[in-house]
């Protein structure tokens, strides 16, 4: 049955200037789970005036959150104290990523992790899962009994980790093709291939990412690049003949426009110029960054940005807070940001660079119906910013700021309630 949605409408069309405010719109959703209508509500078609309502008053109803990075098996990790990346990763993130063997360990977590992002308004993710093949089907699974458009894959790694998280050239290339097989293209799922670092591959398993991305039609790339200064100087010890740590992926195909690389803190021009040039994304991880040390990422220089939480690492599955967090450190970088640009990088901006904008990230007539009911009054301290704001741009930017989880009234994917906190 077609359902209305009730309340101010935000939408984006093909950039952030692109903004639709209705201060009374409705949203119009079929059982199929797609947008039937967007706009003010006294246009609402009489089709469906009889249709079930949900008015939410002066809430804003707004495409859910697309999050570019976020390790599914860290999602109890956030605040785990280290001293920079690379003594976290090997006093906490290998030891929790082990427990990922066990399938029915894996399926309890895919319940909760998903449930987490749905409560902090996220209704789509490209994720990290653990190097084994039970934790990515997990994920896969729980995401597609909800109809969600989520992306992951499998983490390859065969040294410099624990034994109980690596694996084998051989094992990585059956288990990716296998879940490539099994679940892209299924409902709304779709596959990255996924070597977590080129720290913890082989050149060998670096090559063979290489050959299953070609293989693997219409699949992501996800890693990591350039996060901390530890970390590239591991590189240029294992690797010393590339003259740059993007140059290592470039020589096993790895550097793509389907490629998203986290992080990228620390880039030379000409790293920065082959990304640019083969339309990869780097995805600005900034509660990630100030926590561990990593550094200040500069926007300038890098033409396709994501935006992403980076749980666990990151310290919140906010991307609310992870805005806020982008704001902070582009400020001390020099650039100052509009709060339309932040919420545009956070939903469409971030689906068109998982390759998803075609049915997610707007409020578009056709897409399906992942929003979220975002309350800009929703604590006595935004309460009280709210009363202040005079656009709709103070309204945002004060979310951005100041909101969290409580700001998040519900989460609707492909039309249905996933999350409500009435």
């Keep these: 049955m077609t359902k209305i949605l ?22 119009a959703i079929g059982d199929d789970g797609l947008i039937l209508f967007r706009g003010p509500l006294s246009l609402l078609p009489r089709a469906f005036e009889m249709s079930p309502h949900e008015d939410f008053g002066e809430a804003l109803l707004m495409a859910g959150f697309v999050d570019a990075h976020i390790h599914f098996p860290q999602y109890r990790m956030l605040a785990a104290a280290a001293k920079d990346l690379l003594d976290w990763l090997s006093r906490y993130t290998f030891p929790e990523e082990a427990k990922y063997a066990d399938a029915a360990h894996a399926a309890d977590a895919a319940e909760i992790f998903l449930a987490n992002l749905f409560r902090y ?43 109980a998280v690596q694996d084998t050239v051989e094992q990585g290339a059956l288990d990716t093709l296998a879940l490539h ?37 219409g699949a992501l790339m996800q890693t990591h690049l350039s996060e901390s200064a530890g970390e590239i100087a591991w590189i240029k010890s294992l690797f010393p003949n590339e003259m740059d740590y993007t140059a290592v992926y470039e020589r096993f195909g790895l550097v793509t426009d389907h490629s998203l690389f986290a992080h990228g803190i620390h880039l030379s021009a000409r790293e920065l110029g082959a990304l640019n040039e083969a339309g ?34 990151g310290t919140s599955y906010s991307m609310l807070q992870t805005m806020g967090e982008t704001y902070k450190v582009q400020m001390l970088n020099g650039r100052k940001l509009k709060a339309a640009e932040l919420f545009f990088m956070a939903t469409l901006g971030n689906a ?15 897409k399906f119906a992942d929003i979220i009911v975002l309350d800009p009054a929703a604590t006595p301290v935004l309460e009280a910013r709210h009363a202040l704001s005079n656009s709709i741009e103070d309204v945002l930017f004060a979310l951005a ?12 994917v492909a039309g249905e309630k996933v999350h409500s906190c009435l």
């Design 181 to 217: 097989t099994a679940f892209h293209g299924k409902g709304r799922l779709r596959h990255a291939v996924t070597p977590r670092f080129a720290i913890t591959s082989t050149e060998a398993q670096l090559q063979m990412a290489g050959e299953v991305l070609q293989e693997c039609k």
């Design 352 to 366: 068109q660079r998982l390759r998803i904008d075609a049915e997610t990230g707007s409020l578009t007539v056709g």
């Design 401 to 412: 700021l100041l909101g969290d989880d409580r700001s998040v009234k519900a989460t609707y």
């Design 121 to 163: 308004g996220t209704t789509s993710a490209l994720a990290f899962c653990s190097s084994h093949k039970t934790c990515a089907e997990a994920l896969f699974n729980a995401a597609h009994k909800r109809n969600m458009a989520l992306i992951a894959g499998k983490t390859l790694m065969d040294r410099n980790a624990i034994p």
């Design 280 to 313: 990869s994304t780097v995805v600005h991880c900034p509660t990630s960054n100030t926590f561990l040390g990593s550094g200040l990422m500069e926007m300038d220089g890098r033409n396709h940005i994501g935006l992403a939480t980076d749980v666990g690492g």
């Design 6 to 27: 009730i309340g101010q409408s935000v939408a984006f069309g093909a950039s952030a200037d692109e903004l639709t405010h209705e201060t009374r719109g409705a949203i």
